[in-house]
């Protein structure tokens, strides 16, 4: 397996016995760095592919992800919406008999 060579890590928080730790989830990196050590640096958000800087608040999450997609994290689809476009497939489907 050829690994492609990264420089912008892409981390998660793992909790170890005495400390957290930032593990890139990328396959086959095996970088990590500590929490005092995360901030400020560039990472790659998993969501939207982004480059960004690491804030104090951004190294808090679980999966470190950019500010942008803070905000794209609720979501989009209101459940009525869905619940409708459900009708109209099951009207689709039986339209054709
Ligand atoms: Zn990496
Ligand atoms: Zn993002």
């Given at each position: 397996m050829v690994i492609k060579p990264?420089?912008?890590h892409q981390y998660r928080k793992?909790?170890?016995v005495k400390s957290v730790v930032f593990r890139c989830m990328l396959p086959g990196c095996t970088h990590y760095t500590r929490e005092a050590f995360i901030i400020?640096?560039?990472a790659l958000c998993p969501f939207c592919g982004k480059d960004f800087l690491i804030t104090r608040d951004l190294a808090r999450r679980e999966t470190v992800?950019?500010?942008e997609c803070i905000?794209?994290?609720k979501p989009k689809v209101e459940?009525?919406?869905v619940v409708e476009f459900l009708e109209e497939l099951k009207d689709?489907?039986?339209s054709h008999k």
């Open positions: 990264h420089k912008i793992v909790k170890l400020n640096k560039i992800h950019c500010s905000v794209s994290t459940v009525k919406e689709d489907t039986t």
